[in-house]
C-alpha cells in the first residue's frame, strides 16, 4: 500500500520429502481445533534439480538445496479465512495496515493522496500484454478502500466469501491476529516442511505432476497469464478452503489459493549459510533508505497463489519463495498459524 514514488519499489517485490522422527517426549498441549500436528524431523529445503530440469520462474534464491532438523509443532489445516479473520476484529476493533492511512511524518515527501489506506489488486490487463516485457504496473492497480473486507474495493464485499482465505493483510496485521489467536507465524522452513507432507525432494505438495491424470490439485492461474484464465480449476480468484485434496499431513492449500506469510525476513544467500536445525530466517534487508520513512525489511511470501501459471511464477512448487515486505497488502496474500508444543520433558 505504498504511493511515495521512492517506495514503489516496494510493492513491486510484493507484486513481482522428509523423513519423520519419533518423538520421545510427552506433548502437554493440545492444538485449537483445525490444526494439524506436523511431526519433528528433517529434510531438503531448496530446489534440488540440476538447472536444466528446474520449472519455469525458479531462482537462484531456491539454492542450494540444504538439510534441515526441525522439532515437532502444530499448524493451521487451512489459511485463516474471512470469518477467523472477523472473529478476531469483532473481539478486538483492530484495523488493518489497509484501513490506516500512513503518517505524514513517516513519509515526508509523499503526497497526501499517496497516503491514504488502499491495498494492491489485480486487474486484467483490457489489451494482451508480453509477461516478459510489459511492467508489473499492466495488470496491478493501487485501490483505494480495497481491505481485508472489501477485496476488490469498496464496492466490494465478502457475501459468500467467508470460508475463503483472508487478503489485503500486512506482515503486522498477521502477527496481531497470531497473538490473539495464542499462536505465532512459521518460519519459512517449518512452513515449506510443512508444504512437503512426508514426500522427499518433490516439486508440489502433492508430487512431481502439476495436474496427475488431469485432476486440478490447487488453485493457480490456467491459461495466458494475464490475459486470458481457462478457469480449469472453476476459480478465477481465491477458492473456499478445504476445496481441494489435502497433502500428506493433512494441511490444505499449501499449493496455491492465496500466498502465506512467515515470520523470515528475507536474505539473498541465507540458504548458504542457513543452521541445520530449526533456522529463523537473516537479519533482513532494509528496502528504504535512510530519511525517506521507517525501516521496512523484506520478507518471504509461500505457497504461490490464484494467480501464478506454469508460464509465470509457479509459486505453488514448494521450494519456491517471493518477495514481500513488512507493510505492503494485497488481495492475493493471506496467511496460517502455527503453534508450539509444549513437553513434559
Not at 543452521?275 to 532494509?286: A, D, H, L, T, V
Request: aromatic share 12%.
Amino acid at each position: 500500500m505504498i504511493r511515495n514514488p521512492f517506495l514503489i519499489l516496494i510493492c513491486v517485490l510484493t507484486i513481482s520429502g522428509c523423513e519423520n522422527q519419533k518423538r520421545s517426549e510427552e506433548v502437554k498441549n493440545s492444538p485449537s481445533e483445525g490444526m494439524v500436528l506436523i511431526p519433528g524431523g528433517s529434510f531438503i529445503m531448496g530446489t534440488s534439480l540440476e538447472p536444466k530440469e528446474q520449472p519455469v520462474r525458479s531462482g537462484a534464491e531456491e539454492n542450494p538445496p540444504h538439510r534441515v532438523i526441525l522439532k515437532p509443532f502444530y499448524m493451521d489445516e487451512t489459511e485463516v479465512t474471512n470469518l477467523q479473520f472477523k472473529t478476531f476484529v469483532d473481539d478486538t476493533g483492530y484495523k488493518t495496515q489497509a484501513e490506516r492511512p500512513f503518517n505524514q511524518k513517516d513519509y515526508p515527501k509523499a503526497k497526501p493522496e499517496d497516503l491514504l489506506p488502499a491495498a494492491f489488486v489485480m486487474a486484467p490487463p483490457k489489451n494482451n500484454v508480453d509477461i516478459n516485457t510489459a511492467s508489473h504496473w499492466t495488470w496491478w492497480k493501487l485501490v483505494h478502500g480495497a481491505d481485508w473486507n472489501h477485496p476488490e474495493g469498496p464496492k466490494s464485499n465478502l457475501e459468500g466469501r467467508w470460508n475463503h482465505p483472508v487478503v489485503n493483510i500486512a506482515y503486522e496485521d498477521a502477527l496481531a491476529y497470531s497473538k490473539w489467536a495464542g499462536k505465532r507465524l512459521p518460519t519459512e522452513a517449518e512452513w515449506e516442511y510443512a508444504a512437503r507432507g512426508g514426500l522427499k525432494e518433490k516439486l508440489y505438495p502433492w508430487g512431481n505432476e502439476l495436474s496427475p491424470k488431469g485432476k486440478m490439485m490447487a488453485n493457480f492461474w490456467q491459461g495466458d497469464f494475464p490475459n486470458k484464465n481457462t478457469n480449469e480449476d472453476s476459480y478465477m480468484t481465491s477458492s473456499p478452503v478445504k476445496s481441494f485434496s489435502p497433502n500428506g499431513y493433512g494441511l490444505f492449500d499449501m499449493g496455491g489459493n492465496v500466498w502465506e506469510m512467515v515470520v523470515d525476513k528475507y536474505e539473498r544467500d541465507y540458504y548458504a549459510r542457513s543452521p541445520i536445525e530449526s533456522p529463523k530466517g537473516g537479519i533482513g534487508q532494509s528496502i528504504v533508505q535512510k530519511g525517506e520513512g521507517p525501516i521496512v525489511f523484506q520478507r518471504i511470501i509461500r505457497g504461490g497463489s490464484f494467480l501464478c501459471s506454469e508460464g509465470y511464477c509457479t509459486g505453488y512448487r514448494v521450494g519456491a519463495r517471493q518477495l514481500s515486505d513488512d507493510i505492503s497488502a494485497s488481495y492475493h496474500t493471506g496467511f496460517r498459524c502455527v503453534l508450539d508444543i509444549e513437553s513434559s520433558n
